[in-house]
């Protein structure tokens, strides 16, 4: 009896059709998530500006933005620089700089976590806990949301970099990394909307 063998076909010519469609589909991503914040944000401003009767903001003795989020900010800044550092390498053929670089990234993400877990402890320990007030209550939910999708982009760049180590990406096809600056400088982007929303509620 013959055994049929099946042949998968590539529906895309090259590695740069393939990497923009994984462009296209990572804005279309992107502009999920995006809107997915917008509704928070949103939601945090009529929250502020209309809170229920009887309900305080801040109740009296509530701490404001704990300073260690002003380090945070500054240190995911800098990751966006060295994630766009490691796409720069890859385009210009230098698998070196491209692994120190995604390296260099999940270091400061993972610092950026550690930061923002500090910052949590900090209004927890003044008693600016999730039931205590709408402050609190939406702080923890933006920088908590934010946080779980800080944790998501982990993975895929630790991905990125072991197919860096392993010299898989090329100046002609380094779409994988692309991908993670654009998620990541997305996440950047919205970060610091979220900081100036925060500032300016507290």
Do not use: N
């Amino acid at each position: 009896m013959a055994i049929k063998t099946a042949t998968v076909v590539d529906p895309f010519d090259s590695a740069r059709e393939r990497g923009g469609a994984g462009v296209f589909g990572m804005w279309v991503f992107i502009a999920v998530v995006a809107m997915v914040f917008l509704a928070t944000i949103l939601g945090y401003v009529v929250v502020r500006v209309d809170r229920p009767p009887g309900s305080e903001w801040m109740p009296p003795g509530t701490p404001g933005l704990p300073p260690a989020l002003l380090l945070s900010t500054a240190i995911l800044l800098v990751s966006s620089w060295t994630m766009q550092s490691a796409v720069g390498a890859a385009r210009t053929g230098r698998p070196a700089r491209v692994v120190a670089s995604i390296g260099t990234t999940l270091a400061l993400a993972i610092l950026f976590l550690g930061i923002q877990v500090l910052a949590w402890a900090e209004l927890w320990r003044a008693q600016a806990t999730i039931g205590s007030g709408l402050y609190a209550w939406t702080f923890y939910v933006l920088t908590g949301l934010h946080a779980v999708h800080v944790l998501g982009g982990l993975p895929p760049m630790v991905i990125a970099l072991r197919h860096a180590r392993a010299g898989r990406y090329t100046p002609e096809d380094h779409a994988g990394i692309v991908l993670c600056a654009m998620y990541w400088h997305a996440l950047d982007a919205i970060w610091l909307l979220l900081y100036a929303t925060l500032l300016l509620g507290s």
